[in-house]
């Protein structure tokens, strides 16, 4: 039966969360735990989010995967918690969110909403309400509206982002375009920066940058998958690119970093200012397009010696020269 639902049911060890479907049976799943996403299937049921095959789903642990809410600290550029504690928190489905702009492609959703604690106020001291509509559009697009406002009687600032896993064929058979030419952060050289003059990001060890002022579309080209994902995004102007190759992460599988890119939406250099009653808004908007590119071209990149890939076990493996 082709219907649009939103169901409520028990994820791994019992947290809560949300299942949206649509007619084609198109789904995304959202915990409670971290207001986070956790799955987006198309309609033949193919996860385009990656989760950690050794996510831990136990409060107050951030769930590795899916696409994490980052708030009211990007990463460790302050004294908070890495990327804040919006996502170590029970969120609520809000029942009566205020209108949104309308969106006509909107198809299925769910309104998630967190306001701040006493306990928040003891690491953060701003009241604060963060909105966050989650919805499948006509096209099988994901989009993630942010609505935080500022219910307090003093301005704050913040930083913020979404911090997307996607679920890519091959780390070593993808490419990021959209980057080309701007300054960035080198995250794991203390931020020093740098200028991309690189046509396009292709991974053969642990990157991890911050671009400044990046625009509003991003691609990740899968050249295996014939496919890419458009990534566009609004009121975040940064953005995060981040592989952790083999740099040991507790909580991700051995091989699991050749199975995603993070594409970080983020709003990271300015932080934003929001006076009380204030509200600022971000989105995201995610969607999946045949590839442009050729697999011709892939292999032309693929023959440098570079793009050789490092087995942990065994020799190192190279694509084949054509
Ligand atoms: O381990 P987490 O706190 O979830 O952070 C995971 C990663 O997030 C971002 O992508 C940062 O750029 C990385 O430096 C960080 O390692």
Redesign the pocket.
């Known amino acids: 039966t082709e219907h649009r639902s939103v169901e409520r049911a028990k994820g791994i060890n019992g947290l809560d969360k949300i299942i949206v479907r649509d007619r084609r049976g198109r789904s995304v799943e959202v915990y409670l735990y971290g207001g986070q996403v956790t799955s987006w299937k198309n309609e033949k049921g193919e996860d385009l989010l990656f989760m950690s095959s050794k996510a831990i789903f136990e409060p107050p642990t951030?769930i590795?995967g899916g696409i994490?809410v980052l708030f009211p600290q990007y990463?460790n550029t302050g004294p908070l918690p890495?990327?804040g504690f919006v996502r170590n928190r029970f969120w609520k489905i809000d029942a009566h969110p205020p209108p949104l702009p309308s969106h006509p492609s909107s198809n299925a959703l769910v309104d998630l909403i967190l306001r701040s604690s006493q306990d928040d106020f003891k690491i953060w001291p701003h009241k604060f309400v963060y909105r966050l509509r989650v919805s499948l559009g006509h096209g099988g697009d994901l989009t993630l509206t942010s609505r935080v406002k500022n219910t307090d009687v003093k301005p704050f600032n913040f930083t913020t982002g979404f911090?997307p896993y996607f679920s890519v064929s091959d780390i070593s058979e993808i490419q990021v375009e959209g980057l080309h030419n701007l300054d960035y952060l080198d995250?794991q050289k203390n931020r020093t920066r740098f200028t991309d003059h690189g046509k396009v990001i292709t991974f053969d060890s642990q990157l991890?940058r911050l671009y400044l002022s990046a625009p509003n579309k991003i691609r990740i080209v899968d050249h295996k998958k014939k496919k890419t994902i458009v990534v566009h995004k609004e009121g975040l102007v940064d953005a995060?690119v981040?592989n952790?190759w083999d740099k040991k992460?507790s909580d991700l599988g051995v091989e699991d970093y050749r199975r995603f890119v993070?594409v970080?939406p983020v709003a990271v250099a300015k932080p934003i200012t929001l006076k009380p009653g204030q509200e600022w808004k971000g989105i995201v908007q995610v969607s999946v397009a045949p590839s442009r590119h050729s697999r011709r071209k892939l292999l032309q990149v693929s023959a440098l010696p570079s793009r050789c890939s490092r087995g942990k076990l065994g020799p190192q493996k190279c694509l084949p020269h054509t």
Do not use: I, T
């Open positions: 951030a590795r994490p990463s890495g990327h911090h995250q991890d995060v981040w952790p992460v993070a970080e």
